[in-house]
C-alpha cells in the first residue's frame, strides 16, 4: 500500500500518457493491416502493402502535397506578420492598439463554423474564388493570432535592458535586433510556426467552405473517403505525420539539453 | 580603443524633463578624466536619469554632452565610446561569458576580440568559467562579466549604475575594493550612480550628491562629511545633530558665539556661512563626548537609549526641550554611560558646523535610513 502511496503521481502520469497514445498506436497498428472489405476497421490479416504503396489511393497524395503546401506558405506568411504584429504589439504604445490586441483575439473566439461561412459569404461578396487561394487568405488569418500569442508572451518576456546594452557596447539597430533580439525571442517563434503548421494542416471546417473540388485537402480527402470506404493508406501517413512530429519534438528537446550540458 | 586620449567629461546645462515632471534641472558638471565620481543620492533624485543621458539611453530636454572637446550630445549610444554597467547587469542569456565580453569589441571589427576578452576576464578573476553561461554564475560573478564587458571597450567613461545593489553586504564590501583597484589599473573615468552613502564615500575621488533633480553639494568624501553646506547633505551622509541657534555678535579668537535654547555655544567662524544669524548647529555624533574632555561646548540631558554595536557604543541623550541627540563612543576604554542616567555633552569649536535655519532639519534623514 505504502508503495502505491508513493507512486501514484507516476501511476496517473502512465495513465494519462496510454490514454493519449492508444489512438496513435491502434492508428500504426492498422496501416499494417489488410482488410477484407472496403472499410479498414476490423484487423484481419498483416500486411505492408499500403506502406509500399502510400499514394496507392487516387488522390491521397495530391490532397496530402496541397495541404503541405497550403500548411507551408500559411505558417511562413502568418509567422513574419505575426512577428512584426506581436512586436508592435509588445513594445509600442500606439492609437488603436487595444483594439488590435482584442481583434487578433477574435479568430481564437470564434467557432470555427461561424467564421467559415462568414468568410465564405465575405469571398462571394468581393468576388473571390473558392479553392486554394480562398483556403490560404483563411489560413494565414487564423494562424496570425496563435503566432502573436506565441510571440508577444516571448517579447513581453524580454529585458528592454539587454537591448540597452547591446546598443551601448556599439551595436547598431540592426545588429541588435539580429544577435540579441531575434535569438532570445526564437523559441517564441519558432513555437508559434509550429503551431500554425500543424492547425493549418489539420484544419477541416474553414477549409471545406471555402474548397471548390479542385482543392481537396488532406483532412477533406480523409472525411469524403470515410464515407466510401478507409483505404489503409490514410493510417500510413497518419503514421508518417506522427513520427515527424515525434522527431521534430524529442529533436528540439535533445537539442535543449545539449545545449544545457555544452554550457555546463 | 587601447591609447586613446580621452578627455573631461562635462555636462553643460544638461536637464531632463518627463511631460510635467522634471527629473533633472540644468546640471553643469565637469568629471575630469582619470577619476572616479559618485553621483549620490535618494531614488529618484534623478541621478539615473542623468547617467542614462551620458550613455545616450536618454536623450536631453536641454543642454550640451561633451567629452573633452567633442560634443556627443547628439550622438546615438551605439556611437558613443561611453559603456554601462547596468543595475541588472543585462548579460546576453544566449551567450557564453567570453562572447558576452567580446561583443562590443566585435562590433568594432576588433581583430583580437576573443584574446582581449579573456584578459579582461583575466583582470576580473573569471578566466575559468568563460565558456560557461550567465545563468550558471553567482550574483558576484555575473557582476565582474558585466564590469569586464565594459571595461574591455576602453571607454572614455565607464557608467556604473548601482553596480553593487544587488550584492549581499560581505560581497558588497569586497566588490567596493574589487573595483577601486581595477578603476586604478585601467586608468579609466568611472561614475558610478549609488544611494548608498557609504559606498560613494568609500569609493569615490569626487561626489556629488543631489536631491530632487539637483546636485546639493560637489566634493570630495571628507569635506562633504566635515562640512555640509545643506541639511539634506548633512543627514544623507551620516549622521547630524542639529540644534537651532542664534548667532550672537560675540567675536572671539575665530570663534563665533551662538546660544542655543539659552546654552552659549561656540562655533569656529569658517564653518558658518557669512551673514546668516538664525543656524542650524550641527555635530557629528562621533564628534561629541560623555564628559567635559570634548571641548568647551556642553550640554546635559538624559540617556534615553544605550546599543551596543562591537567597535562603538551609540547613546541617545534626550536634551530639556525634547530632541534626542546621537553619541556614538569608541568602546576604547572611556567612560560608560546607563540608560536614565544624566550626562554631560561636551565638543570642541572645529567639530561643529552651522547651517542657515531656513532648511528643514530632518531633509534627507529618513531617506537614508530606508536603504538602512
Redesign the interface.
Known amino acids: 500500500m505504502r508503495w502505491i502511496r508513493k507512486h501514484l503521481l507516476a501511476f496517473a502520469a502512465l495513465a494519462v500518457l496510454v490514454y493519449m497514445l492508444v489512438p496513435n498506436v491502434v492508428v500504426a497498428l492498422f496501416s499494417f493491416n489488410k482488410p477484407s472489405g472496403r472499410y479498414n476497421y476490423e484487423w484481419t490479416k498483416f500486411s505492408t502493402d499500403a506502406w509500399q504503396h502510400p499514394c496507392g489511393t487516387p488522390g491521397i497524395c495530391d490532397s496530402l502535397g496541397l495541404s503541405l503546401k497550403i500548411g507551408i506558405t500559411a505558417s511562413v506568411v502568418a509567422t513574419i506578420l505575426g512577428t512584426m504584429v506581436a512586436f508592435a504589439l509588445g513594445r509600442h504604445r500606439f492609437r488603436g492598439r487595444a483594439s488590435t490586441n482584442l481583434l487578433i483575439f477574435m479568430p481564437m473566439a470564434t467557432p470555427e463554423v461561424v467564421m467559415g461561412s462568414s468568410l465564405l459569404t465575405l469571398f462571394v461578396m468581393m468576388g473571390v474564388p473558392s479553392g486554394s487561394g480562398a483556403i490560404l487568405i483563411a489560413h494565414i488569418m487564423f494562424c496570425l493570432s496563435f503566432v502573436v500569442v506565441a510571440v508577444k508572451a516571448r517579447v513581453a518576456a524580454l ?1 528592454p ?2 537591448e ?10 540592426v ?2 535586433f539580429l ?2 533580439t531575434l ?2 525571442t526564437a523559441p517564441g517563434i519558432a513555437a508559434g510556426a509550429l503551431l500554425a503548421f500543424s492547425l493549418s494542416f489539420d484544419d477541416y471546417i474553414i477549409t471545406n467552405f471555402n474548397a471548390s473540388p479542385s482543392s481537396i485537402t488532406f483532412p477533406m480527402y480523409v472525411w469524403g473517403a470515410s464515407t466510401r470506404g478507409t483505404p489503409v493508406q490514410i493510417n500510413v501517413i497518419g503514421t508518417i505525420m506522427f513520427l515527424v512530429a515525434l522527431v521534430v519534438v524529442i529533436g528540439g528537446q535533445l537539442l535543449g539539453s545539449r545545449r544545457q550540458r555544452a ?2 | 580603443m587601447a591609447g586613446h586620449e580621452s578627455g573631461d567629461l562635462r555636462l553643460a546645462g544638461i536637464s531632463k524633463q518627463f511631460e510635467a515632471f522634471t527629473a533633472v534641472h540644468p546640471l553643469d558638471l565637469t568629471v575630469p578624466a582619470g577619476s572616479f565620481f559618485a553621483l549620490l543620492g535618494p531614488s529618484g533624485c534623478g541621478k539615473t536619469t542623468t547617467l542614462r543621458m551620458v550613455a545616450g539611453l536618454e536623450e536631453p530636454t536641454g543642454g550640451r554632452i561633451l567629452i573633452g572637446d567633442k560634443d556627443i550630445t547628439d550622438t546615438r549610444a551605439y556611437q558613443r565610446n561611453v559603456n554601462t554597467v547596468f543595475q541588472s547587469y543585462a548579460l546576453f542569456p544566449h551567450m557564453s561569458v567570453v562572447d558576452n565580453v567580446s561583443f562590443g569589441l566585435k562590433r568594432r571589427g576588433d581583430k583580437n576580440a576573443d584574446r582581449k576578452a579573456k584578459e579582461a576576464l583575466e583582470l576580473v578573476q573569471l578566466g575559468e568559467v568563460a565558456r560557461k553561461r550567465p545563468s550558471q554564475l553567482s550574483g558576484g560573478m555575473q557582476q565582474r562579466v558585466a564590469l569586464a564587458r565594459a571595461i574591455v571597450n576602453r571607454p572614455d567613461v565607464l557608467l556604473l549604475d548601482e553596480p553593487l545593489g544587488a550584492l549581499d553586504l560581505k560581497l558588497r564590501r569586497q566588490m567596493q575594493i574589487e573595483l577601486k583597484r581595477i578603476q586604478s589599473e585601467v586608468g579609466l573615468t568611472f561614475i558610478h550612480v549609488t544611494h548608498d552613502q557609504e559606498e560613494a564615500m568609500t569609493m569615490a575621488d569626487t561626489i556629488a550628491v543631489m536631491n530632487s533633480g539637483r546636485v546639493e553639494q560637489l566634493g570630495d568624501p571628507a569635506t562633504l562629511y566635515e562640512h555640509p553646506r545643506s541639511t539634506f547633505v548633512a543627514n544623507f551622509l551620516g549622521q547630524s545633530n542639529l540644534l537651532r541657534a542664534t548667532v550672537d555678535r560675540g567675536e572671539g579668537n575665530g570663534v563665533v558665539e551662538v546660544t542655543s535654547h539659552g546654552h552659549r555655544l561656540e562655533v569656529r567662524r569658517d564653518h558658518v556661512p557669512a551673514g546668516v544669524r538664525d543656524i542650524w548647529l550641527g555635530v557629528r555624533p562621533e564628534k561629541l563626548r560623555l564628559g567635559d574632555s570634548g571641548g568647551p561646548n556642553r550640554l546635559s540631558g538624559q540617556v534615553t537609549d544605550v546599543s551596543f554595536t562591537g567597535v562603538a557604543t551609540q547613546y541617545l541623550v534626550r536634551m530639556p526641550w525634547g530632541r534626542e541627540l546621537v553619541v556614538v563612543q569608541q568602546n576604547d576604554g572611556s567612560g560608560r554611560a546607563r540608560a536614565g542616567e544624566t550626562v554631560t555633552i561636551s565638543w570642541a569649536a572645529e567639530h561643529g558646523f552651522a547651517l542657515d535655519a531656513s532648511q528643514d532639519a530632518d531633509a534627507g534623514a529618513q531617506l537614508e535610513d530606508d536603504h538602512g
Open positions: 529585458d535592458r539587454l540597452e546594452a547591446a546598443a551601448d557596447l556599439g551595436a547598431t539597430p545588429q541588435t544577435r540579441v535569438p532570445l554550457a555546463a
